[in-house]
């Protein structure tokens, strides 16, 4: 069963999910940390203090609505004033409707949450880190994979 196995898919998954990580560590930086950023820029703390969309300087996007809406990665820190839309993509809504709903809601980011709002999304943290992390990775994989075959000679 293993004389077939080739252990350098191994090297090669591992990468891939380095590569994932990395994506998304930027994907989250970039952005759904511009949304965070410009809640916790413009002073939004309460309901009293929500802004929309438009008094951030922001189009509503469907990455904006996957991440605010239901369990998404920002719903358990950015909170919202208005009626909770439904997910518009499963209720057979087009891009432009699922827009204007979220164009009504207010949203803000209140003073407990504010902390870990700073700590995962401010700009002051770098994106360089997972790129690194990446880079690391990509030579590791290569080392190994060329490496591999006098690694496995040494068991044999």
């Given at each position: ?29 970039t ?19 929500a ?31 208005g009626?909770?839309p439904?997910?518009a ?57 060329l ?10």
């Amino acid at each position: 069963m293993f004389e077939s196995f080739d252990a350098r898919w191994i090297f090669g998954a591992f990468f891939l999910a380095v590569a994932i990580f990395a994506f998304y560590t930027y994907y989250h930086k970039t952005v759904l940390g511009r949304l965070v950023r410009a809640i916790l820029n413009s002073g939004a703390e309460s309901p009293e203090t929500a802004k929309t969309f438009a008094e951030l300087d922001l189009v509503p996007t469907p990455a904006y609505e996957r991440a605010l809406l239901g369990s998404g990665s920002l719903s358990h820190i950015v909170s919202f004033v208005g009626t909770v839309p439904k997910k518009a993509r499963i209720l057979g809504q087009s891009n432009q409707q699922a827009t204007e709903t979220l164009c009504v809601l207010a949203l803000y980011v209140s003073p407990e949450r504010r902390r870990k709002a700073q700590s995962i999304y401010s700009a002051e943290q770098s994106i360089a880190a997972p790129i690194a992390v990446t880079a690391a990775a990509l030579v590791l994989t290569v080392v190994l994979v060329l490496l591999f075959p006098q690694i496995s000679a040494l068991f044999s």
